[in-house]
């Protein structure tokens, strides 16, 4: 094993030279959802964290080779014509080791949100992924975040940003660097999309804000099923997968908790 962990040097200690005990991961970033959106007030970020992207991403390539399936594939656009590839995205996911899933789910009007995260959507978004990429950072960890591409306003800076702020919080160089890629290119970002959309819309269902349609509810059972779970509402956590789901939400057909809610994601 080329990884080397030594728990009795600390992180924040380690040096350059020390390469074989630094776990370097790559984290795929995406969101589902629109922090500025009046009407669909509900935002999810999700990040997929692996050290060898290489081994996911040669599986999708493959199965999308044998079917000769090469359209992007996203929650939002589910259809008779790409359900079966997306439960074998899924099936490759779940069959590949070393990989976690970390998930934040919150309403843009939740007690929590108005009270912890910016008016200004766009500094909002920040904050939210610093949270989830704290949630993901273990020990003796560097990684690098590859985000999906957003248009912003030319005053935010979301790389450099959250590449400057992630580091000063940790006080070590714990994210390499931030760069962004359109979906359409990397099927790891759109394996995210699926992963975030069905736990999105199994909250949005369960309280009876979507009629339900069938490929999204098909791929969200198909998912709860690989989980062993029948229901994503109040969150779900294993070994290596956390969803999160904030507890301020007033639709929220449970009883509201904030202490569990201040707790919040955990690594």
């Known amino acids: 094993m080329f990884f080397k962990s030594n728990k009795k040097i600390k992180t924040e200690d380690l040096k350059l030279a ?18 500025s959106d009046q009407k669909d007030q509900y935002f999810t970020v999700g990040i997929l964290k692996m050290s060898q992207p290489y081994y996911l991403q040669s599986k999708l390539f493959f199965e999308r080779s044998k079917i000769r399936f090469y359209d992007e594939i996203k929650f939002n656009k589910l259809s008779k014509n790409n359900v079966n590839f997306a439960k074998t995205a899924i099936d490759a996911l779940f069959e590949t080791r070393s990989i976690s899933f970390y998930s934040y789910s919150i309403i843009t009007k939740s007690d929590y949100y108005l009270k912890r995260f910016d008016q200004n959507p766009w500094l909002a978004y920040e904050q939210i992924t610093l949270k989830l990429l704290d949630a993901s950072l273990s020990e003796q960890e560097l990684i690098v975040l590859i985000a999906d591409y957003v248009t912003t306003p030319k005053d935010i800076h979301f790389e450099v940003e959250v590449k400057k702020k992630f580091n000063q919080y940790k006080g070590r160089l714990a994210l390499a660097g931030v760069c962004r890629f359109d979906s359409k290119s990397n099927d790891l970002l759109q394996l995210v999309d699926l992963l975030i959309g069905a736990v999105t819309y199994d909250i949005k269902f369960s309280k009876k804000l979507v009629d339900g349609s069938k490929y999204k509810l098909e791929i969200v059972n198909y998912l709860k099923g690989k989980l062993g779970t029948d229901s994503l509402i109040k969150g779900f956590k294993n070994h290596n997968i956390n969803i999160f789901v904030d507890k301020t939400d007033h639709l929220n057909l449970t009883t509201n908790n904030n202490e569990a809610n201040e707790k919040g994601l955990s690594s």
């Not at 020390?18 to 922090?35: A, S």
């Open 18 to 35: 020390d390469f074989d005990k630094i776990w370097t991961k790559f984290c795929f970033l995406d969101e589902t959802g629109t922090l």
